[in-house]
């Protein structure tokens, strides 16, 4: 199962909003509404950002949102911040023989 | 406070092998599915192995099938993985995981570096 299609790099000024966007075929995302996005700052532990395409855990400021259409999943940082640069991931459910896919990752700059 | 603990990474040589360990607090660790998640220098997440919370039913990736080995205590509130046959391509930063359902990591180890070199 190949990693999911994201771009290596976005960014925008404080304040402004980005969107990183995650491809994939129809038995990943397409199939399912299990899609998840990481945080990762340099040299940490990924954090949990997104579930189930949109919905936030506890502690995870609303500036950050998930859509799904098709097959494409999308993050979208609002309002961004400069504590909000770091690398992020998707992640999908792919079916039970290799259930969990991760993306290709992207980094976010703040400039 | 929920907390996961790595420890057991190092230096090792091809074709040997090493048993990562991975202690949780903070949660009832015998109702959760644990995971096993890696990274390689500069590269990205890859997921490696799970193991169910009840049955303790376990899948792996096809790049360490046959090789690889996740478990777990409950009693002691401790998640392995044993690692045989090691290759260079398994460098990497691994993490434990914490499973929400469905289908997503809520928590994460701060992941201890095994380096595979001769």
């Known amino acids: 199962q190949s990693a999911l299609t994201q771009p290596p790099s976005a960014s925008g000024s404080p304040g402004q909003s980005v969107t990183i966007s995650c491809s994939v075929t129809s038995s990943d995302v397409g199939g399912y509404n299990y899609v998840s996005w990481y945080q990762q700052h340099p040299g940490k532990a990924p954090k949990l950002m997104i579930y189930?395409?949109?919905k936030r855990p506890s502690g995870v400021p609303d500036r950050f949102s998930g859509s799904k259409s098709g097959n494409t999943a999308s993050l979208t940082v609002s309002g961004l911040q400069a504590e909000d640069e770091a690398d992020y991931y998707c992640c999908s459910y792919a079916g039970s023989n290799n259930p969990y896919v991760f993306g290709t990752g992207t980094k976010v700059t703040v400039l | 406070e929920v907390q996961l603990v790595e420890s057991g990474g190092g230096l090792v040589q091809p074709g040997g092998s090493l048993r990562l360990s991975c202690a949780a607090s903070g949660f009832t660790f015998s109702k959760y599915w644990m995971f096993w998640v890696r990274q390689a220098p500069g590269k990205g997440l890859v997921w490696v192995s799970y193991i169910r919370s009840d049955d303790f039913i376990t899948t792996y990736a096809d790049s360490v099938k046959g090789r690889f080995t996740i478990s777990r205590d409950n009693a002691k509130n401790t998640l392995y993985l044993q690692m045989n046959d090691l290759r260079a391509e398994d460098t990497a930063v691994y993490y434990c995981?914490?499973?929400?359902?469905?289908?997503?990591?809520?928590?994460w180890g701060q992941g201890t570096l095994v380096t595979v070199s001769s």
């Open positions: 995981a914490r499973g929400m359902w469905p289908y997503s990591f809520d928590c």
């Open positions: 189930e395409v949109s």
